[in-house]
Nanobody
Framework: QVQLVQSGGGLVQAGESLRLSCAAS????????MGWFRQAPGKEREFVIS????????SYAESMKGRFTISRDNAKNTVYLQMNSLKPEDTAVYYC????????????WGQGTQVTVSS
């Protein structure tokens, strides 16, 4: 099992930036990748961005390229989502998630963090 605890989020104005954090604990040696997803009211959850724990280039949802970046601190077992130039349509609950080694899907999820962007 991997436990995820998210922090950050809140209310910002359009054009501002925000950083979310996600700290992993438990069987962190089993982490293959960590990612961020979001779910806006009345919409399905969508993929935002991910990064392999061993390194390499992140994977982005096309609409997030250029504004969102992901980074990791392996020593702290923490991944960060830096969101710049935020737009009202970025308003959603953001979730971090872990894809374990040998898995095709994300199996462990954080508690979710509300991000609200006002116009």
């Amino acid at each position: 099992q991997v436990q995820l605890v998210q922090s950050g989020g809140g209310l910002v104005q359009a054009g501002e930036s925000l950083r979310l954090s996600c700290a992993a604990s438990g069987r962190t040696f089993s982490i293959y990748a960590m990612g961020w997803f979001r779910q806006a009211p009345g919409k399905e959850r969508e993929f935002v961005i991910s990064i392999r724990w061993s390194g390499g280039s992140p994977s982005y949802a096309e609409s997030m390229k250029g504004r969102f970046t992901i980074s990791r601190d392996n020593a702290k077992n923490t991944v960060y989502l830096q969101m710049n130039s935020l737009k009202p349509e970025d308003t959603a609950v953001y979730y971090c998630a872990v894809k374990p080694s040998g898995s095709f899907e994300y199996r462990y999820w954080g508690q979710g963090t509300q991000v609200t962007v006002s116009s």
